[in-house]
């Protein structure tokens, strides 16, 4: 079954530290794999796509790694703000106009 | 700027009213998408459209239905509210490379 499964649900850090969220998928096969943000009230929003051959992208302080191999891909975050405070949801793509598929995301929350 | 629009934001309706959401997106994307977002099992497909003339059924798809008469445009009717039915959906289009632009969401209750 295509799952994406997400770890920790829920998180919650000081403000300045760093955090890495976890993603572990079954999806076959592999196109390609999104990290979104989901602010409070509002849409997710693209933060790192990556391929089958990609190790590492970043995006700023985002840092999104993929282990093909071992089907997982984690999330670390640099110094975070408490603009960070967000659902993060791992996304991963079968390609060929299939629909994506979706973690439940991991809700993190940095406080001061 | 290009976007993806939905209306209204918020509804509150009766169990068995028909009800209509908007998602308007002015990317000329062909893919257009419905989810809808709760607690404990995030986003799940309603329904898809790959095009003009062509939808397709999603995970959660029952109760729900959608037309794509042009590119901009794809409506989500529920037929028939049920309670069941009060959560938070969005809308998305998808460019060429898979990559999903999220409206900002319209929440529905069913009382």
């Given at each position: 079954k295509n799952q994406v499964e997400q770890s920790p649900q829920s998180l919650i850090i000081l403000e300045g530290k760093n955090c890495t969220l976890q993603c572990n998928y079954t999806v076959s096969p592999f196109s390609n794999l999104r990290w979104y943000k989901q602010d409070t009230g509002r849409g997710p929003v693209s933060l790192t796509i990556m391929t089958f051959s990609e190790n590492t992208k970043s995006n700023g302080r985002y840092t999104a790694t993929l282990d093909a191999d071992t089907k997982q891909s984690s999330l670390h975050i640099t110094?975070?703000?408490?603009?960070?405070s967000a659902s993060y949801i791992c996304v991963v793509t079968k390609g060929g106009n299939t629909p994506l598929v979706f973690g439940k995301g991991t809700r993190l929350s940095v406080i001061a | 700027d290009a976007e993806i629009t939905q209306s209204p934001r918020h509804k509150i309706t009766e169990t068995g009213r028909q009800v209509t959401l908007a998602c308007h997106q002015t990317?000329?994307?062909?893919n257009m998408f419905w989810y809808r977002q709760d607690l404990g099992h995030g986003l799940r497909l309603i329904h898809y459209s790959y095009g003009v003339q062509d939808t397709n059924k999603g995970e959660?798809?029952?109760?729900y239905s959608v037309s794509r008469s042009n590119t901009e445009d794809l409506p989500l009717t529920l037929e028939s509210a049920a309670s069941s039915q009060t959560s938070v959906y969005f809308c998305a289009s998808s460019d060429p490379r898979d990559t999903q632009y999220f409206g900002p969401g319209t929440r529905l209750t069913v009382l």
């Amino acid at each position: 079954k295509n799952q994406v499964e997400q770890s920790p649900q829920s998180l919650i850090i000081l403000e300045g530290k760093n955090c890495t969220l976890q993603c572990n998928y079954t999806v076959s096969p592999f196109s390609n794999l999104r990290w979104y943000k989901q602010d409070t009230g509002r849409g997710p929003v693209s933060l790192t796509i990556m391929t089958f051959s990609e190790n590492t992208k970043s995006n700023g302080r985002y840092t999104a790694t993929l282990d093909a191999d071992t089907k997982q891909s984690s999330l670390h975050i640099t110094a975070s703000q408490l603009s960070d405070s967000a659902s993060y949801i791992c996304v991963v793509t079968k390609g060929g106009n299939t629909p994506l598929v979706f973690g439940k995301g991991t809700r993190l929350s940095v406080i001061a | 700027d290009a976007e993806i629009t939905q209306s209204p934001r918020h509804k509150i309706t009766e169990t068995g009213r028909q009800v209509t959401l908007a998602c308007h997106q002015t990317w000329n994307h062909n893919n257009m998408f419905w989810y809808r977002q709760d607690l404990g099992h995030g986003l799940r497909l309603i329904h898809y459209s790959y095009g003009v003339q062509d939808t397709n059924k999603g995970e959660v798809s029952d109760g729900y239905s959608v037309s794509r008469s042009n590119t901009e445009d794809l409506p989500l009717t529920l037929e028939s509210a049920a309670s069941s039915q009060t959560s938070v959906y969005f809308c998305a289009s998808s460019d060429p490379r898979d990559t999903q632009y999220f409206g900002p969401g319209t929440r529905l209750t069913v009382l």
